[in-house]
């Protein structure tokens, strides 16, 4: 079956860095757009950042230029690097697949706090 694994996430201090993990399995990795979603609390769930199966990427206005996601199709893992991190980025962050229907990681909880 299909499972999507997160991991890396922890408390930081505003302009900090933190590299988010995704390990997949029970599909065909490679063939597929990989994404990252994230929901603080009291907001909506939105899209962070996602990479084609092509390694084209697209992202959230408000994090690019600091947060880079990257696939290793070898290890079926998907990656978050964020960078000059900000208290507004605090949220639980998901991964999420969508194959023969969504798929969504248990989360990891990404809180930037002096």
């Known amino acids: 079956q299909v499972q999507l694994v997160e991991s890396g996430g922890g408390l930081v201090q505003p302009g900090g860095s933190l590299r988010l993990s995704c390990a997949a399995s029970?599909?065909?990795?490679?063939?597929?757009?990989m994404s990252w979603y994230r929901q603080a609390p009291g907001k909506e769930r939105e899209l962070v950042a996602l990479i084609t199966r092509g390694s084209n990427t697209n992202y959230l206005d408000s994090v690019k230029g600091r947060f880079t996601i990257s696939r290793d199709n070898a290890k079926n893992t998907v990656y978050l690097q964020m960078n000059s991190l900000k208290p507004e980025d605090t949220a639980v962050y998901y991964c999420?697949?969508?194959?023969?229907?969504?798929?969504w990681g248990q989360g990891t909880q990404v809180t930037v706090s002096s």
């Open positions: 029970g599909f065909t990795f490679n063939m597929y757009t």
């Open positions: 999420y697949a969508g194959i023969s229907r969504e798929y």
